[in-house]
């Protein structure tokens, strides 16, 4: 049975950071594309960021370019998001997603099999 859980999560003040961790059980982690997402009242979930399995492919949404930083280490089956420049809009519940057995970056919601249970991030102007 594969499992993610999140951390990392809580309140800070726009123009911090904050460092999500995601750590998955069962033997998936290495050949999985790991991908991370958002969700904001009222919104849909959408995509932030995703890394292939290597970690050599990754891919991130405007919104977050350059602020944002995915990372994972595959032998600890943690993948990490390190959040810079946090801005107000950056507020929303964030899940740690896995897509099995995907060699390239993956940005569709519906490919990914496992899902955390997220954790709040909360940036005050």
């Known amino acids: 049975q594969v499992q993610l859980v999140e951390s990392g999560g809580g309140l800070v003040q726009a123009g911090g950071s904050l460092r999500l961790s995601c750590a998955v059980s069962?033997?998936?982690?290495?050949?999985?594309?790991m991908g991370w997402f958002r969700q904001a009242p009222g919104k849909e979930r959408d995509i932030v960021a995703t890394i292939n399995w290597s970690g050599r492919s990754s891919y991130y949404a405007d919104s977050v370019e350059g602020r944002f930083t995915i990372s994972r280490d595959n032998a600890k089956d943690t993948v990490y998001l390190q959040m810079n420049s946090l801005k107000p809009e950056d507020t929303a519940v964030y899940y740690c997603?896995?897509?099995?057995?995907?060699?390239?970056?993956?940005?569709?919601?519906?490919?990914?099999?496992?899902w955390g249970q997220g954790t709040q991030v909360t940036v005050s102007s």
């Open positions: 069962g033997r998936t982690f290495s050949s999985s594309t």
């Open positions: 997603a896995a897509a099995s057995r995907q060699l390239n970056v993956v940005t569709s919601r519906a490919r990914y099999d496992y």
